[in-house]
């Protein structure tokens, strides 16, 4: 059986005694990995050599692109980014009001996956390497003009720091109407009701 793509060995051929370097390529997954270098003579029976290698695991690692994301007024998908390799990502909602994410690990949709109740990663894809991590929050529309910010937490199965990241969301247009928009008063002055409408502050000039 051939050895695994990641092991180099330098030379690949030649004849009679020599020295033979076994190098690899970095390893960025969980758990150590293994495969098996065999030599074969050219003549007669073929006979063979081989010896095990083993490349240590890297450290668990869980990380975000950044600490904060922008999302625009109208609302949507907050992307939240970043790598690791962990068998596990718990997202904890603090304030955004979505308790069941989406994700995705390499660009594929992690089927299955809401977060807090199935955190597992299926085939644990952190084993063998590193990948990249996209968590969307769904953030309602701000029907405010004043711009605002929520919170939700993450973290990787054996990572023991949560990560916080804070959304950020723009402001939304001022809104005022008045109804209706034209009123006869009495010549005694007797007062008429008009509703206002508004998500600001106002005043009556």
Known sequence: MAKAAWCKVNPASGSGNS????????????????????????SGSKP?????????AAPAKFTATAATVSI?????????????????????DVD???DTPTLKVNGSPMAGWNGGTNK???????AAAEFDWEVSVTIPENDTPAARSF?????????????????NQTAG????????????LTAAGDAEDVSLKSNDSWTIS
């Open 120 to 126: 597992t990663l299926t085939g644990d894809p952190g």
């Open 72 to 92: 625009a007024a109208g609302g949507g998908e907050a992307k939240i980014t970043g790598k690791g390799n962990v068998s596990a990502i718990t997202f904890t």
């Open 19 to 42: 020295t033979i370097q076994i190098s690899a390529d970095p390893h960025t997954g969980r758990e150590e990995r293994s495969t098996t270098v065999t030599a074969t003579n050219s």
């Open 151 to 167: 919170t939700c937490k993450l973290k990787g199965e054996e990572v023991e720091q949560e990560i916080e990241i804070t959304i």
């Open 173 to 184: 247009a001022s809104t005022i109407s008045l109804d209706p928009t034209e009123v006869t």
């Open 48 to 56: 063979t050599a081989a010896v095990a290698v083993t490349q240590e």
């Open 96 to 98: 955004t009001g979505d």
